[in-house]
């Protein structure tokens, strides 16, 4: 609804104007119809923070600002999720090959009989960790280092 504010002239009874004090309001009874504004190619109503229709310079370095700060987050999730899975099987292999050494080693010392049953379930760990040990060189070094010290 649009706002006029007009003056009330009128004429005295020696027909001069005159104009009152008074204002009157008057209204529109026509809607306007809502005014479609495009954006730029990759902008919204949503990226034109002031509202005024125009995609500002400040605007256009806010956007582009927002979606580094968005790459970079996905990067560093991608990254993250990654390294963990790296991680876990470093995490897996040592443990495993840890326990087998450790359990070969006691075991042999009370039934030394059973000595080759034992290796062959180190080599199988060694078999199911072969994926670890193709990019992680240093895997060997410690299966290295755990056969020289449990004399294995």
Known sequence: MTKIEAPIRSRDEFGLAEILEESVELTS????DPVEIIYPAGYTAEDDLDGDGNIDELEQ?????LLKD???????????????KKFRSEVDFHH???????KAYQLCRKQPEKK???NKEIMDVVTDCSSYLEYEPTGL????????????
């Open 116 to 118: 080759e049953l034992l």
């Open 141 to 152: 070094a410690y299966l290295l280092f755990f056969c020289i010290l449990y004399n294995n």
């Open 96 to 102: 495993r090959v840890a326990f087998r050494f450790e």
């Open 70 to 84: 968005e790459i970079q987050r996905e990067m560093d999730d991608a990254i993250k999720k990654e390294f963990l």
């Open 61 to 65: 370095q806010i956007k582009v600002n």
């Open 29 to 32: 009874t026509r809607k306007e």
